[in-house]
């Protein structure tokens, strides 16, 4: 079995210009795909799963359980599950940046500021 998920199929979501549910295909995993100008990126809140984010372009200013990290070009974050985080795209350039959602659909639990 297998499945292509053609651009023209693609969801998008408010800040990212792809969001990938895996339930649907039978996969295990999901993502976002960001590609965000210069002080864009989502509020504070966490998730019942990890997530692994990997910067591929740009820098993004984290806060993940309460500490505060720049994560550039190259950079890999991995978040455990229940870690309060956020991040904003900073710099000059977008970030471009993806999202795994180490489960078949997402939970995003809202934190606040």
């Known amino acids: ?8 199929d693609q969801r998008k979501g408010k800040i ?12 295990g995993v999901s993502f976002f795909l960001g590609n965000l100008q210069p002080g864009k990126g989502p509020g504070l809140h966490q998730h019942p799963y ?20 720049i994560a550039r070009a190259g950079d890999i974050v991995v978040i455990g599950p229940k870690t309060p985080h956020r991040f ?8 471009d940046m993806v999202a795994i959602h180490h489960t078949d659909r997402f939970i995003i639990e809202p934190l606040g500021k």
């Open 1 to 8: 079995m297998f499945h292509i998920v053609h651009r023209k």
């Open 16 to 27: 990212a210009s792809v969001e990938f549910e895996g339930e649907s295909y039978g996969a």
């Open 50 to 69: 990890a997530e692994t984010c990997i910067v591929l372009s740009g820098q993004a200013a984290m806060v993940v359980d309460g500490e505060e990290v």
């Open 88 to 95: 904003t795209a900073t710099g000059d350039e977008r970030l």
